[in-house]
T-cell receptor
Framework: EPEVTQTPSHQVTQMGQEVILRCVPI?????FYWYRQILGQKVEFLVS????????KSEIFDDQFSVERPDGSNFTLKIRSTKLEDSAMYFC???????????????FGPGTRLTVL | DAKTTQPTSMDCAEGRAANLPCNHS???????VYWYRQIHSQGPQYIIH???NNETNEMASLIITEDRKSSTLILPHATLRDTAVYYC?????????FGAGTILRVKS
């Protein structure tokens, strides 16, 4: 069964460093998402992406964050200058999208645990 | 996005049906009801979704009331591996808004 994969599973970085989290969505999916979950808190939406453009972003997704689909298979989240409060699990998701309906069922990857020291 | 209300936690005996309720009284006509679960800190796992009709798949059944203001997720024969946080989400656009969900504990 196709699945979303994410690398690395755990990333440790120093405050102020740049990190890139990588995701390989399900191959025929057209819509891509990033969510994050701070330990003990709710899963929070960060950004949705379609047709090489951001469709929607949350207040969390400020200028320090960017997303890119550098090739036909990868989807990345970059944090330019990490802060302590960026420590969280970051989940990538993708969906096939359905015309005339919702963007389709989102399937999540296993997550990348980011620890900022 | 419509707000949902779920019980904080529920217990279920192994092998019995687990019935998880969700209220979504402000749901609008084009919004779907989605159920996901999260085991430990793993990625949320899709379970089932519906618009108006009841739905069933290999994991669960979804019962949506006629007025669409509430729904129930049914796990027909709960196992210990079904212990997780279950999220009821009303979604009509391009993002999922997660609440606190229901912690389901399946006990032997």
């Amino acid at each position: 069964e196709p699945e979303v994969t994410q690398t690395p599973s755990h990333q440790v970085t120093q405050m102020g460093q740049e990190v890139i989290l990588r995701c390989v969505p399900i191959s025929n999916h057209l819509y891509f998402y990033w969510y994050r979950q701070i330990l003990g808190q709710k899963v929070e939406f960060l950004v949705s992406f379609y047709n090489n453009e951001i469709s929607e972003k949350s207040e969390i997704f400020d200028d320090q964050f960017s997303v890119e689909r550098p090739d036909g298979s990868n989807f990345t989240l970059k944090i330019r200058s990490t802060k302590l409060e960026d420590s969280a699990m970051y989940f990538c998701a993708s969906s096939e999208g359905l015309a005339g309906g919702p963007w389709g069922t989102q399937y999540f990857g296993p997550g990348t645990r980011l620890t900022v020291l | 996005d419509a707000k949902t209300t779920q019980p904080t936690s529920m217990d279920c005996a192994e092998g019995r049906a687990a019935n998880l309720p969700c209220n979504h009284s402000t749901i609008s006509g084009n919004e779907y009801v989605y159920w996901y679960r999260q085991i430990h800190s793993q990625g949320p796992q899709y379970i089932i979704h519906g618009l108006k009709n009841n739905e069933t798949n290999e994991m669960a059944s979804l019962i949506i009331t006629e007025d669409r203001k509430s729904s129930t997720l049914i796990l027909p024969h709960a196992t210990l591996r079904d212990t997780a946080v279950y999220y009821c989400i009303v979604e009509g656009g391009n993002k999922l808004v997660f609440g606190a969900g229901t912690i389901l504990r399946v006990k032997s």
